[in-house]
């Protein structure tokens, strides 16, 4: 287990920066991926909100019209 230890901070000592590039292709699929979390909450919490009024006025709409009658 000491050994585990101690080249894991062995290997941390060593790192090196990648000076990598990162293209832009990356934030547009970072902002999809954000965009598309978002857009699922609010329709998701639309459809929530939604469906039970439906009922509710569907409710009321079959009631006019068994008055009406």
Partial sequence: MQIIRYLSIF??????PAHA???????????ATILGFVLTILVALFVIIYVP????????????KKKKK
């Avoid at 990162?22 to 699929?29: H, K, M, Q, Y």
């Avoid at 009024?53 to 006019?64: C, G, H, Y």
């Fill in 11 to 16: 290997y941390i000592i060593l790192i090196n």
């Fill in 21 to 31: 590039y990162i293209g832009p292709g990356i934030g547009a699929g970072l902002l």
């Fill in 53 to 64: 009024i439906k009922k509710i006025f569907i409710k009321l709409k079959d009631k006019n």
